[in-house]
Each structure stands twice: as structure tokens, then as C-alpha cells.
């Protein structure tokens, strides 16, 4: 158990619907990062929080947006889905945006949001 | 931009064979290096790590060895397990890269042991 909880742990839905994901971080983690697993596109990075501020996007589509909260949980809000959408959804922490020496980059993943577009 | 190269699966082992899954990155700093596993149905895990030149990560009987001069990160294991069975991703960050310290993946290599 990584300390990153997600939920919900499936969700599926139509075409044209709006849809939000929540992460929690481990405990005393600043960053939140966002990720999408894909058949056809494999790992791709979507966005960075630190602290409540966006520190990054990545490929990351317009109809795609996320915010971090004071608790420093998070939400990544998914509208107009296509089918295309259809994928998994990881949420990540890590100490602060470099952790420092040992921890230089390292993040904790929580088991993901699998989403289905019909 | 990063980049991280991983070697085509599946690989196919029987129990006890020893592995090798090979992983080349390409960073403009000075990246730290993960393997994470992922096993059927489950996230992402990460097995091991290495920050520097020239550091091991290990973890369950798990090595990978940061090599700066050939810009690798190959994972082995000397006896692999049914368990074992799982895609294996390798992936850096660059954390001095600005405040983007993202994970940039390799396309994951799938493991199946047989007995």
C-alpha cells in the first residue's frame, strides 16, 4: 500500500458526460501529479500540483482540468468525454517538487480510476 | 525532450531462468531512474530507485544499476518466480529540471515466468 488512495476505482459513462476523480496524498506530500495509462499512447503525464498551485501540464486536453485543495487532496475533471478517453487514471505524490537527496523525484502512485466511455 | 527506450516485450522465462530487461534514457540533466511494476489489475509499485551515477537500487532480489557513461538502467533478477509476472516500466525524473519533476515512462515490458 503505497498511502495514495483514489476513487472511485471504476467508473463508467457516456459519451458527451462530465466526470471527477479524486486523489488523496500520502501523508505530509505536497506534490500531486497526474497520469494517464493508455493502450496506444502508454504513460502520459497530464499535471503537477505543488502545495495548491499548478506547477505543470503535460499533455493534458483542454476538456481536462484538476485542482488541488487546502487538505491537499485533489480532483481531475474529465468533460465532453469521447471514447477516446476510455483509459486509466493514476494519481501520484511525492515529498515536495524535489523531495531532497534521497527522495530526488520519487512518487507514489495510488492504484488508479479505471474509466469506461461508452 | 527526456526520453526512456525499454526493450520489446513479452519476455517469456521459465521459473528460477535469470532476467534482464534492458532500459536507455536520454536527459539533458542529471535524471534519477525508477523501475516500477505493475502487476495484473493493480497500479503502479515502485521496485526500486537510483539517484545518482553509479548508485544500485535493489528490492525482492531486484537490481538495476545507474550508468551515466552508457545512459542505462538495465533491470535483473539472478532466479525470477511465477510471481514475478508483471509489465515492468522504467522512468526518470528530472527533478533539477525546474519545478516539473515528472515521471517520463518507458513503454513497459511485459514479464511472463512458466513453470
Known amino acids: 500500500d503505497s498511502g495514495v488512495t483514489q476513487t472511485p476505482k471504476h467508473l463508467i459513462t457516456a459519451t458527451g458526460q462530465r466526470v471527477t476523480l479524486r486523489c488523496s496524498p500520502r501523508?505530509?506530500?505536497?506534490?500531486v501529479y497526474w497520469y494517464q495509462q493508455s493502450l496506444d499512447q502508454g504513460l502520459q503525464f497530464l499535471i503537477h500540483?505543488?502545495?495548491?498551485?499548478?506547477?505543470a501540464k503535460g499533455n493534458i486536453l483542454e476538456r481536462f482540468s484538476a485542482q488541488q485543495f487546502p487538505d491537499l487532496h485533489s480532483e481531475l475533471n474529465l468533460s465532453s468525454l469521447e471514447l477516446g478517453d476510455s483509459a486509466l487514471y493514476f494519481c501520484?505524490?511525492?515529498?515536495?517538487?524535489?523531495?531532497?537527496?534521497?527522495?530526488?523525484?520519487?512518487?507514489?502512485f495510488g492504484p488508479g480510476t479505471r474509466l469506461t466511455v461508452l | 525532450g527526456d526520453s526512456v527506450t525499454q526493450m520489446e516485450g513479452p519476455v517469456t522465462l521459465s521459473e528460477e531462468a535469470f532476467l534482464t530487461i534492458n532500459c536507455t534514457y536520454t536527459?539533458?540533466?542529471?535524471?534519477?531512474l525508477f523501475w516500477y511494476v505493475q502487476y495484473p489489475g493493480e497500479g503502479l509499485q515502485l521496485l526500486l530507485k537510483?539517484?545518482?551515477?553509479?548508485d544500485k537500487g535493489s528490492n525482492k532480489g531486484f537490481e538495476a544499476t545507474y550508468r551515466k557513461e552508457t545512459t542505462s538502467f538495465h533491470l535483473e533478477k539472478g532466479s525470477v518466480q511465477v510471481s514475478d509476472s508483471a509489465v515492468y516500466f522504467c522512468?526518470?525524473?528530472?527533478?533539477?529540471?525546474?519545478?516539473?519533476?515528472?515521471?517520463?515512462f518507458g513503454t513497459g515490458t511485459r514479464l511472463q515466468v512458466t513453470l
Open positions: 537510483a539517484t545518482k551515477a553509479d
Open positions: 501520484a505524490s511525492s515529498v515536495g517538487l524535489a523531495g531532497g537527496p534521497r527522495a530526488r523525484g520519487t512518487q507514489y
Open positions: 536527459a539533458t540533466g542529471y535524471p534519477s
Open positions: 500540483y505543488y502545495n495548491g498551485e499548478e506547477r
Open positions: 522512468a526518470l525524473s528530472d527533478p533539477d529540471g525546474g519545478t516539473a519533476s515528472k515521471l517520463t
Open positions: 501523508s505530509g506530500d505536497l506534490s
